[in-house]
């Protein structure tokens, strides 16, 4: 999924500009507090190309426990648009502004879109996690998420892989195979055994 370091924003925002307002790009989309699932409504009657991507959280109401889909990340979510048509995005009222660099709006990777839609249709395991953009670094090697950048982590022997969005300064952590990782030295490539160890 993509040439970045850790996240869809990782390369410097001026080479992420969009070279033709006639092509569709993705774009982060920054909502009212708890309206994400409205705005995504909203997107859906005009037919804009959007994706909100949801996790399942379990919460303990009184005598009973509830499964509810929440905004993986909260505040936002993406549509996919040619940048001429972001008015039609911009005018919703509960849209507060498409993220944006000196007043242009930034395209999100395509590439790593696709790898969230992937990971979420294939019921993988993705939860919010705090900002991280420290620790080591690792690339998946194989598999439907290959390509993707994040920072490993192992929690009670498990290995996740989180991947923080920086103009949203967002992470989220997936459950992984530490056999599909290599480690990454940002300055010479890929470590010389390649081996996550």
Known sequence: MAALVGHPFSKPLNSAMPESYDEPRWYAV??????EKQVALQFGQRSIEHHLPLYESERHWKDRRVRLQMPLFPGYLFVRIVLRDRFRVQQMPTVVRLVSFAGVPVPVSENEIHALQNCLARGQRVEPHPYLQAGRRVRVRRGFLEGLEGIIQRR????????SFELIMRSVSVEIE???L??????CGPDQ?????
């Open 156 to 163: 009670k022997n498990k290995t996740r892989l989180i991947v």
């Open 193 to 197: 055994d390649g081996r996550v160890g």
């Open 30 to 35: 920054h909502t009212n507090v708890n309206q």
């Open 182 to 187: 290599v480690s990454v030295n940002l300055d």
């Open 178 to 180: 530490e056999a599909d």
